[in-house]
Every structure is written in structure tokens, then in C-alpha cells.
């Protein structure tokens, strides 16, 4: 029995590793309402594949990228349609948007964790200054696509701006 689980655990693996650098099928499609229907059944499946192997590294950027790239992609942009016509269905929207976003970045944190030795969730735990010292000033591929960044615009509910300047007091981007 023993055997299988190895075999079991070398079959996920090597299927997070597939799943993991197939990112680019979805970015060259020229149909984006089938990526945006076949989106949330790949997503679900790397979070299948997570439960059976938490630390895959590959699998933790994979569901980081594109939970954000869904999530901005679809979610996000229709919570912005939305706000001209109907506000009720924009802020439910704008509310399943940060919670996608902060399941994006906690991936993201577990994928830092699992790039760097140390006990099992130092980076969840970590303030921002923390994972910038845990991750030596170099960027990391787990933090592409502003992960961990969009959390700071989402986590206290407020919805993401459109560009309108007064909206973006606020934001990292914003500056001084």
C-alpha cells in the first residue's frame, strides 16, 4: 500500500507540473468566452490536485495566477459593467471579486512558503516587510500578476477603481 501512495503522489505531481505550465493555452485562445466557461473547472481541479499535494509549488502559482486572472478578467469586470446599470448586482460582484482575489493571494503565501525553508506558514503569518526579507529582495514568480498587491485594495471591501483618480487615494498605486 505503501507503494501506491508513492505512485499516486508521483501521478499528481507530475499532472501539477503539466497543469502548472499550461497557463499559456488559455492567454492564446481565440474564444474568450470559452476560457471564461472552462476557467473555473480547471481552477477547481488545481485545488483538488492541492489538497492531495499542499506544497506543489508549481500548482500554488498556478492557482495564485490565475484565480487573479480570473478574477479581473471576468469577475472584476463585470462588477465594473455592472455599477452603470445596477448597483445591488456590482457590489455583490465586487464582494465574490476580494473574495477571489484574497483566495489568489493566499495561495501566493503558501507558494512563498513552500519556496522557502522554514516552519509551514511563516508567510501567512508574516507582515508585508517579512515577506519582502523571507523573499531577499528579488521577485518572486508566485507574486507575479500583483497577488499579494491587490489584497491591500480589496481586503477592507472597497471595490477596485476604474481609473477615476479620487477612488485611488488610497491604493498602493496611487503614490504620495
Given amino acids: 500500500m505503501h507503494a501506491a501512495c508513492s505512485i499516486k503522489k508521483l501521478a499528481i505531481n507530475k499532472l501539477g507540473d503539466t497543469l502548472a505550465q499550461g ?10 468566452q470559452l476560457v471564461r466557461e472552462a476557467l473555473p473547472f480547471a481552477l477547481k481541479l488545481i485545488e483538488s490536485l492541492l489538497e492531495e499535494s499542499p506544497r506543489h509549488r508549481g500548482l500554488l502559482l498556478a492557482a495564485a495566477g490565475g484565480f487573479t486572472q480570473y478574477t479581473y478578467a471576468f469577475v472584476q469586470q463585470d462588477a465594473d459593467e455592472a455599477e452603470d446599470h445596477d448597483l445591488q448586482a456590482a457590489a455583490a460582484l465586487h464582494d465574490r471579486a476580494r473574495r477571489l482575489y484574497l483566495r489568489a493571494r493566499d495561495y501566493g503565501l503558501r507558494g512563498l512558503d ?3 525553508e ?12 517579512a515577506r519582502r526579507r523571507l523573499e531577499g529582495g528579488r521577485p518572486a514568480p508566485v507574486l507575479d500578476g500583483g497577488v499579494v498587491g491587490r489584497r491591500d485594495r480589496h481586503e477592507e471591501g472597497r471595490p477596485r477603481s476604474r481609473g477615476r483618480p479620487a477612488d485611488r487615494r488610497g491604493s498602493p498605486e496611487a503614490g504620495p
Fill in 23 to 32: 497557463g499559456s493555452t488559455y492567454a492564446s485562445d481565440d474564444d474568450p
Fill in 118 to 129: 522554514g516552519p509551514p506558514g511563516i508567510c501567512a503569518r508574516a507582515g508585508g516587510g
Fill in 114 to 116: 513552500a519556496a522557502h
